[in-house]
């Protein structure tokens, strides 16, 4: 088997955003956890780069800007805004313990590689491999919405899920309205976060009366 | 490829997104509500000429199954409209939606009915994702509009659980366009329905089964077929009553026809796995389940939701059986239980405001004072309960008589669970329409405002009597595609 | 000829090991408390402290047995075998064939094993504490360290340390998910091995917390300072295993006296790098308590899994 620097690239990036979705079942304090999603939402930007470049796929280039613009920053800033400003619990709570939802979390991979592993005969290696991950990565984001309690974190699962579709899309040469399902599906997140500002707020007070919050009030988001 | 979007058939969506836009502009309700009337009228009557304007393009596919939808939809969003007219006047009056709020109604609802057409008339799969996505953040800030406590969180477990099925649906859609690259090449095609159901029969198996289950979850989430439709009964129970209507019938609706193509490719694949058994497992399940939960119910609204749920298990499980005659079958379900069921739930939404509640037991003995109300609202609880002068008899009994053909011993659960149903349906009809009377705080209800639930139920009734030589080779010709 | 060189090498890289084991140490204390703003121990200050200790005369408790006195040999000596056989600048050298990493994980396990009975031995509460927090620590370290030995395995087709080099540092195995994976569960094992922060803190002996030293507590002079050697060499080995496995690019072969000279340059930056790397990580984080640390580890194991999981992808299970 010959392994080409795009395949080998492809593949590292595609495992460090699996790992980075590991990392957001680990850990427990709440800025840890948006920090991790920043930075797998950075990772993939990485690999939305090394795609266009090797594919000469020009469009992944915006999909990459895309997903480190919102992804990357806007998304993780307004989040910490949000744990700031409503005095959000900083740990996570857990429906499931942490060691138990990573065993889980292995054995989702193992499922995703069985899964995928059966369609060796007709497709190349690289889009194989990045299935396997990306399968992997959106099978996590799903635990996490399963085993994480607070509307925060969920959202986060989410995301990460999301990032992992983003994974698959891009691991796949020649894959039309890339851009356009990247827009919409960031337009999705962006609704979501601001469904979560109004969730906690009435988690919180009881009520969705923005004059509790003085602050944001005024910003009026 | 652009140009296909100034031919007649994407006027029809693209009139609702347009007003859609301008009414995101327009400051008086009263104003809006006739705007948004006049674009419902317009959209239904343009979408009245697609069956004669059937294209197959690189992004439109007007073809019999997605004409009908698509009239089915516009005329049940024109008929909504119209009933949203007065109903959201007395809400308006009563204080509980602001002019701010009722800005973002009228505009989210046009963007809405835009959205499930353009999923519906799309060609591609990608386009129609992305349109479902659309329909689904309209429709969630709809619900979520009162801002009641429970409202919100409704709007939340929807928006939560659709943005899951959305995202698997979106994996399945890359899978497929992963199965269909060998053989189409890279580009377009592999998202476009046409070309893949002309390349189905060479793709890889393992690929397309991987699609077909992710696709399942997801649109499946989409149809509230169970265990996947928790987001339905909050949504409808909290949402203003003109959604309800419409989310109750076009959003299983649009689902279910992507599910529909979905199982074209993978009965023609010889490596595929069968797409009929898993289905036909959601259905029942959903019937069963949604027929039981029925007599447990105390909010009406929550209650017809979980009556749409086992609706749309019927309609799953026929597309499951396979085979024409059970398509056929399941289009004519749909088609009528959507009509049947926005009369029903324009009835219940002026009964709550009659009765200022909108539980069981803030409804009761609606004959002794709201004649109209009260016979309209039992005949469209007769007509969804599927007993004989109406059309979704018809259809039950085709679709039973495909299962007893087909699979005699799943017939045994299915006539269960539409029996429990009903049975429960008939229960509560009881009750809501001659049990004692509860006291009637809001406006009175002038027949006026039940003519949309009469012209739904007045086409039900007629399918029911007789089908006429050329509705029947219709919906045939609309099996024919689907098959 | 070959077998000279080999074995030139190997005594060569014997006395680099010991002779460097101190330092590191000495390097790594005077690095930490500079990040943490103080001046620090003098580097050599860990050789000042084995003479120092060797002079003494050890204290021995009087109901300890022979296992208390023979403890400490054991564990050196296991610790001391266990680093003839990791290659730091040179592949080749005479005990090449036994390199197996199965071995070198059965030596620590003994180190491990001794100094727990000898811990137990006396029957101090802080003995058979520490004891038992190492065993459980153990338990789980393990079998992280197998599944990593399970994923190189399978990429290079041996458990011989020697044979895996040679294979990386040859062939264009490239860059694999497998790899990096075993190399984050590898860095997890290794700082448990050492008992290092956050599992544990070398340089504290509080008594809730503390793991290796609860089990040195009893131990003085030139007993004490085999165990402080021993485990200052195995910091060193563990450093050097990570650097031949992950990064073998320039060491050298025994039979070409010149390429030592790139392989003892590449080992020392390693060393240095992974030095100046455990400083800063462990100068940035607090300890955790001692209930996580299963689940710390138990991450390590995941991830040797996740890493031979992954190899299944590319390589079938043929």
Known sequence: MTHTLAYDLSHLLGGIVLVLSFALLYQRRLMSVINIYALQAMTLTAAALWQGYSQGATELYVTAIITLAAKGIAIPVALHRIVRQLKLHRAVETALGVFPSMVLGVAFVALAVLVVLPTTAQSQTLSREDLALALSVVLLGLLMMITRRSALTQVIGFMSLENGLILAAIGITGLPLLVEIAVAFLILLAAIVFGVFFFRIRERFDSLDLSHLDVVGRTQL | MLTELLTPPAWVILLPLATAICLAFVRDHRQAGWINLASAAGTALLSFRLPWQQTVGALLLVDPLSAHMAILTAFVGFTTAWFSLGYIRTEATAGRLDPWHLRQYHALFQAFLGSMLLALLSNNLGVAWVALEAATISAVIVVGLSRTAEAVEASWKFFILCGVGIALALFGTIVLALAATPILGPGLPTMTWTSLATAGPQMHGTLLNLAFVFLLLGYGTKAALAPLHAWMPDAHAEGPTPVSAVLAGSIPGVALVLILRLRGLLVGNPEAISPGPPLMALGLVSILLASLSLWRRRDVKRFFAFSTVEQTGVAAFALGLGGVGATFAAILHLTLHTLAKAAVFQCVGRAAQLKGGQRFTDISGLLSRNVPLGLTLAAGIVAVAGIPPFGLFTSEFLVMAETVRLQPYLAILLGLGLVIGGWALITRLITLCTGPETPNPGPAVHWTALVPAWLHLALVLLLGLAMPESVTAWFAAIAEVAR | ?318
């Open chain 3, 1 to 318: 000829m070959t077998a000279l060189f080999a074995l030139i090498a190997e005594l060569l890289h014997m006395a680099l090991m010991l002779a460097a084991a101190p330092l590191l140490i000495g390097l790594l204390r005077k690095a930490e408390a500079r990040l943490m703003g103080r001046a620090g121990p003098p580097i050599l200050q860990p050789v000042r402290d084995l003479i120092r200790l060797v002079r003494k005369q050890p204290v021995i408790a009087e109901n300890a047995t022979w296992l208390f006195r023979a403890a400490p040999t054991v564990h050196f000596a296991a610790i001391a075998a266990a680093a003839a056989l990791v290659p730091s600048f040179t592949l080749g050298m005479t005990t090449a064939p036994m390199s197996d990493l199965l071995v070198i994980g059965g030596l620590f396990a003994l180190a491990r094993c001794v100094l727990a009975l000898a811990a137990m031995d006396i029957g101090t509460p802080f003995g058979g504490l520490g004891a038992s927090r190492e065993m459980t620590f153990g338990t789980f370290a393990e079998p992280a360290l197998l599944l990593v030995v399970l994923t190189l395995s399978l990429i290079a087709g041996t458990t011989n340390l020697d044979a895996i080099a040679t294979l990386l540092r040859d062939s264009s195995v490239g860059l694999r998910v497998s790899l990096g994976l075993a190399m984050l569960a590898i860095f997890a094992i290794a700082i448990a091995e050492n008992a290092r922060i956050p599992v544990d803190n070398p340089a504290t002996h509080l008594e809730l917390t503390m793991v290796h030293e609860a089990m040195t507590l009893e131990y003085s002079g030139r007993h004490l300072a085999l165990l402080e050697m021993a485990s200052w060499l195995k910091l060193l080995v563990w450093f050097t295993l990570i650097g031949t496995i992950f990064a073998p690019f320039a060491i050298g072969s025994a039979e070409y006296p010149l390429a030592w000279l790139s392989g003892l340059t590449a080992w020392a930056l390693i060393v240095l790098a992974l030095a100046g790397a455990l400083a800063l990580f462990e100068s940035s984080i607090a300890k955790m308590r001692i209930f996580r640390v299963p689940e710390f580890l138990g991450v390590a194991v995941l991830l040797g899994l996740l890493a031979a999981i992954f190899l299944f992808v590319s390589q079938g299970f043929a």
